[in-house]
Each structure stands twice: as structure tokens, then as C-alpha cells.
């Protein structure tokens, strides 16, 4: 087994890039660090780094076990952290989803944060394939998507549904396929996927949303309807993002013949447990959500 000690000590040494740095930051002696990466070195049977005068690179041996060292040190920690400190409602959680979903779910921790104030929330907004990365490289503790996951460092399930809707500027009441394609899209981070799903369903002429011009983009949740009030396009979005705009009087909401619903699913790293603080949140947002 390999010694978690000198795996910390290259590992930070990795990073810091720097031997006197590396040993400052872990209160040793530099050649303290020299020590721990040699035994390292020779309890995995191969040379880790390439040394040049006072600067180093890492071999092919030493950039794979750097990878995978750096995620079973973290997972070390989290097993620790839980042996320590597993309360259902104090604690720091890290968690991230697309822009649709926490409009909703923020509030909603808020006011848990509110009743518990030893829990901590730290929430971020990103699209969907950024919370995956998040989750697998450990940055985030939960994650909440509106499309499954495919990494396989990524655990997921389905907690609920959210319906997805054709939102366009004030003065369109008959969106026909001609319509959309003369109006053009506003894009946004999870646009062509809320475009697949209602439109695949809805327009026989639909095959990718390509086939529309683009005439905006925005990342921003609150701002996505924006240059559609304006007349500048159209978009699809989850109704709680639609619900939350406020000039609802200068847009309009198409109710198509075949409503869609976007699954939202709840998603952890596969290797890490679940702590009770991260069930705690989970349940709750449960709770919000369509069966």
C-alpha cells in the first residue's frame, strides 16, 4: 500500500512546483521532501521525476500516479471529515447546478440555512457540464442536472421533472416552424438541449437546433429573456426560470400541443459517501419537485 505521507509530499510537490516551497508548506526540511519522494520512488518501483538541476518533470509514472494520487488523497480526507464531522444540519456543502433549477432550490436552502446557521451553503451556477466536472474532480459535493451524467466517477437518480417551455416576444401568437426560424434563437448554456426536447416533440421539421440562426446569447438565467421581450428572438426554458421574469406582460408563452418535461436528476461522486448534511439537502429539494 502505498504510503499516504510521501503520496501527500509529491503530490504537493506537484503543485507547488518549488522543493523549499513544498517543504515550507509542509512544515519539513527540504530534504525532508527529497527523502519522502526517493522512498516513494522506490516503494512503487519506478522514478516519479525527471530532475534538472534545481527544476524537475514529472515521468509518464509520475504524471499517472499524481492524477490518481490526488483524488485518493481527497477521498482520504472526505472519509476522514466524515468520521469527524457527519451532522444533518451543520457543515459546509458544495453545490452547484444549471441556472433553471437554482432559482428555485436557493431560496429554498436559504431558509434551511436560516433555521440551521451552522450549515453553510456555498451554491454556483453553471451548466450542466460543468457540474459534472465539478463532481467527479471533487469540487462540488452535490450537483443537480437536467441531463443524466456520463462520467463514470459520477453517481446519479432522478428526483423530480420540470416542464420546459416556448417563450418568444410579445407580438407572436401562432409559432410555426417558419415563424421560429425567421425569428431565430436566443441561446444559453442548456439551450440546445430544452431545444431538442420540446422541439423534436413538437415539429416535424426539427432535426438540430442548427437549423435556426442564432441572434443572442446570454449565461445569465436572469437575463436570458431579455433580448426576446425584446422581439430579437426566441428561447425554451424550464418554467420556473419563465415564472421568475419580471416583464411577463412583454412576452409570450406557447403552450404546444405535446408539453415536455426535463428530468432533474441529483448527482455525487461514486466513490464518496454521502454525509447526512448532503441527504438533508437532497430531501429537501425533493420535495419541490414533480414526481
Given at each position: 500500500?502505498?504510503?499516504?505521507?510521501?503520496?501527500?509530499?509529491?503530490?504537493?510537490?506537484?503543485?507547488?512546483?518549488?522543493?523549499?516551497?513544498?517543504?515550507?508548506?509542509?512544515?519539513?526540511?527540504?530534504?525532508?521532501?527529497?527523502?519522502?519522494?526517493?522512498?516513494?520512488?522506490?516503494?512503487?518501483?519506478?522514478?516519479?521525476?525527471?530532475?534538472?538541476?534545481?527544476?524537475?518533470?514529472?515521468?509518464?509514472?509520475?504524471?499517472?500516479?499524481?492524477?490518481?494520487?490526488?483524488?485518493?488523497?481527497?477521498?482520504?480526507?472526505?472519509?476522514?471529515?466524515?468520521?469527524?464531522?457527519?451532522?444533518?444540519?451543520?457543515?459546509?456543502?458544495?453545490?452547484?447546478?444549471?441556472?433553471?433549477?437554482?432559482?428555485?432550490?436557493?431560496?429554498?436552502?436559504?431558509?434551511?440555512?436560516?433555521?440551521?446557521?451552522?450549515?453553510?451553503?456555498?451554491?454556483?451556477?453553471?451548466?450542466?457540464?460543468?457540474?459534472?466536472?465539478?463532481?467527479?474532480?471533487?469540487?462540488?459535493?452535490?450537483?443537480?442536472?437536467?441531463?443524466?451524467?456520463?462520467?463514470?466517477?459520477?453517481?446519479?437518480?432522478?428526483?423530480?421533472?420540470?416542464?420546459?417551455?416556448?417563450?418568444?416576444?410579445?407580438?407572436?401568437?401562432n409559432p410555426t416552424?417558419?415563424?421560429?426560424?425567421?425569428?431565430?434563437?436566443?441561446?444559453?448554456?442548456?439551450?440546445?438541449?430544452?431545444?431538442?426536447?420540446?422541439?423534436?416533440a413538437n415539429y416535424p421539421e426539427?432535426?438540430?437546433?442548427?437549423?435556426?440562426?442564432?441572434?443572442?446569447?446570454?449565461?445569465?438565467?436572469?437575463?436570458?429573456?431579455?433580448?426576446?421581450?425584446?422581439?430579437?428572438?426566441?428561447?425554451?426554458?424550464?418554467?420556473?426560470?419563465?415564472?421568475?421574469?419580471?416583464?411577463?406582460?412583454?412576452?409570450?408563452?406557447?403552450?404546444?400541443?405535446?408539453?415536455?418535461?426535463?428530468?432533474?436528476?441529483?448527482?455525487?461522486?461514486?466513490?464518496?459517501?454521502?454525509?447526512?448534511?448532503?441527504?438533508?439537502?437532497?430531501?429537501?429539494?425533493?420535495?419541490?419537485?414533480?414526481?
Amino acid at each position: 500500500m502505498i504510503n499516504p505521507i510521501w503520496l501527500n509530499t509529491f503530490c504537493t510537490l506537484v503543485e507547488v512546483n518549488h522543493f523549499t516551497q513544498t517543504a515550507e508548506r509542509l512544515y519539513m526540511t527540504q530534504s525532508g521532501v527529497s527523502q519522502h519522494i526517493k522512498k516513494l520512488e522506490q516503494q512503487v518501483g519506478c522514478a516519479l521525476l525527471e530532475r534538472h538541476g534545481k527544476t524537475f518533470s514529472l515521468t509518464i509514472h509520475g504524471q499517472n500516479l499524481y492524477q490518481k494520487g490526488r483524488l485518493l488523497l481527497k477521498e482520504w480526507q472526505f472519509l476522514e471529515q466524515q468520521l469527524k464531522d457527519d451532522s444533518s444540519t451543520s457543515g459546509l456543502i458544495k453545490i452547484q447546478s444549471p441556472g433553471s433549477c437554482g432559482l428555485q432550490f436557493y431560496q429554498q436552502l436559504l431558509a434551511l440555512q436560516t433555521k440551521h446557521r451552522s450549515l453553510s451553503i456555498d451554491y454556483r451556477f453553471a451548466p450542466n457540464i460543468s457540474v459534472e466536472q465539478a463532481i467527479a474532480n471533487h469540487q462540488a459535493d452535490i450537483g443537480f442536472m437536467t441531463q443524466e451524467p456520463s462520467l463514470g466517477e459520477v453517481s446519479n437518480y432522478k428526483i423530480g421533472t420540470e416542464r420546459l417551455l416556448l417563450v418568444t416576444a410579445r407580438n407572436i401568437n401562432n409559432p410555426t416552424w417558419q415563424t421560429l426560424c425567421d425569428a431565430g434563437f436566443i441561446a444559453h448554456p442548456d439551450g440546445q438541449h430544452h431545444a431538442q426536447l420540446l422541439f423534436s416533440a413538437n415539429y416535424p421539421e426539427f432535426e438540430h437546433i442548427d437549423q435556426i440562426k442564432q441572434t443572442g446569447f446570454s449565461n445569465q438565467i436572469s437575463l436570458i429573456l431579455e433580448p426576446v421581450c425584446l422581439g430579437l428572438g426566441f428561447t425554451v426554458l424550464p418554467a420556473t426560470a419563465v415564472s421568475t421574469f419580471n416583464k411577463p406582460e412583454l412576452i409570450n408563452v406557447h403552450q404546444l400541443a405535446n408539453s415536455v418535461n426535463e428530468n432533474i436528476y441529483v448527482c455525487y461522486h461514486r466513490n464518496r459517501p454521502l454525509l447526512k448534511r448532503m441527504n438533508t439537502v437532497i430531501e429537501l429539494i425533493k420535495t419541490s419537485l414533480d414526481p
